[in-house]
T-cell receptor, first 115, second 112 residues
Framework: AQTVTQSQPEMSVQEAETVTLSCTYDTSESNYYLFWYKQPPSRQMILVIRQEAYKQQNATENRFSVNFQKAAKSFSLKISDSQLGDTAMYFC????????????FGAGTRLTVKP | NAGVTQTPKFQVLKTGQSMTLQCAQD?????MSWYRQDPGMGLRLIHYSVGAGITDQGEVPNGYNVSRSTTEDFPLRLLSAAPSQTSVYFC???????????FGQGTRLTVV
């Protein structure tokens, strides 16, 4: 079974600074998808960024980027120019190819952006 | 533009009671899923569906039933509620299994 580990239960960062959230996963698959989801206090789950394992290039979405290290099975999220609205729980998730929407989530990292 | 709608948002049940959590999406997505979120454990898949009439079990299916009679609706049934089912439940849908999953607002269920 695939497992996803987020080793930082809580993190904080000053507004406008950069923070990196860690995620590692365990799989024997060679092709899969990785995701970062954000859950603000409203409880809504929001996709932040998505990476396809067969793509070498790291995904980027505005201030959010990932460092995907396939051999190390690592998928960290970097948030640049942190904003107060980035305060949320962040979940790393893994999905095998052709497994019918069965996403496996990590336990989450609670990020607080301080003014 | 409703997206994924879950009802109710909050519910308190007594042990042994049954209830149905409703989930509806208006995006014509084939894939729908139910997750539960417990503190310190992230989200875990309960059941999923790849289209009307097709459902399958996820990681933690015991105590829950689902059916998918239409593309839009994917209700989750608790047959005999237990305190261990106290959790926040999320319904999600996606166009394809590997594309962005859109989540509902969640249902906070407490079983006493």
């Amino acid at each position: 079974a695939q497992t996803v580990t987020q080793s930082q239960p809580e993190m904080s960062v000053q507004e406008a600074e950069t923070v990196t959230l860690s995620c590692t996963y365990d799989t024997s698959e060679s092709n899969y998808y990785l995701f970062w989801y954000k859950q603000p206090p409203s409880r809504q789950m929001i996709l932040v960024i998505r990476q396809e394992a067969y793509k070498q290039q790291n995904a980027t979405e505005n201030r959010f980027s990932v460092n995907f290290q396939k051999a190390a099975k690592s998928f960290s999220l970097k948030i640049s120019d942190s904003q107060l609205g980035d305060t949320a729980m962040y979940f790393c998730a893994f999905m095998k190819v052709y497994n019918n929407n069965d996403m496996r989530f990590g336990a989450g990292t609670r990020l607080t952006v301080k003014p | 533009n409703a997206g994924v709608t879950q009802t109710p948002k909050f519910q308190v049940l007594k042990t042994g009671q049954s209830m149905t959590l409703q989930c509806a999406q208006d995006m014509n997505h084939e894939y729908m899923s139910w997750y539960r979120q417990d503190p310190g454990m992230g989200l875990r898949l309960i059941h999923y569906s790849v289209g009307a009439g097709i459902t399958d079990q996820g990681e933690v299916p015991n105590g829950y039933n689902v059916s998918r009679s239409t593309t839009e609706d994917f209700p989750l049934r608790l047959l005999s509620a237990a305190p261990s089912q106290t959790s926040v439940y999320f319904c999600a849908s996606s166009r394809q299994y590997y594309t962005e999953a859109f989540f509902g607002q969640g249902t906070r269920l407490t079983v006493v």
